[in-house]
């Protein structure tokens, strides 16, 4: 007769305690809105048609460092662990708040709106990489 106790499922991520699906159980969602990130900060470049690859280069690396790296150390799995935990509308406001502290920043230290664009192309190029990797290592076990 198989275990009740829950120790068989050791490990799993079943979703939130709210009922919602975790984000790792939302892949072509993901997916979706990277996509969407990606077309639209492309978008925005190819209009002003002015990169700056150094910044591309930098926005790619941190936020492939945030999602690789630095998200499997310990303080790494304790930060996510707690921002899944806040309420969607925190969460929310969290994410634009950090949004409005770097646009905020790029126009105090007078950064060209370029450079700004750049970074985020970089940021959404590795945020993509990410989610097509998430999903093709779960759909073929190695995640």
């Known amino acids: 007769m198989p275990s009740t106790t829950g120790s068989d499922t050791a490990g799993t991520d079943t979703g939130a305690s709210d009922g919602t699906a975790s984000p790792e159980e939302r892949p072509l969602f993901n997916l979706a809105l990277s996509g969407l990130i990606l077309l639209s900060s492309g978008a925005s470049l190819y209009e002003m048609s002015d990169v700056s690859p150094a910044l591309l280069v930098a926005g790619f690396v941190v936020t492939g460092l945030a999602y690789g790296p630095a998200a499997s150390t310990a303080p790494g799995r304790r930060f996510v662990a707690r921002f899944r935990a806040v309420h969607g509308a925190v969460r929310l406001a969290i ?17 060209p709106p370029a450079g700004v664009q750049s970074a985020v192309f970089g940021g959404a190029v590795a945020l993509a990489a990410y989610v097509v990797y998430r999903i093709l290592a779960d759909r073929f076990g190695d995640g």
Do not use: E, Q, R, T
């Open 95 to 111: 994410v634009f708040g950090v949004v409005a502290l770097v646009f905020g920043l790029a126009f105090a230290f007078d950064v």
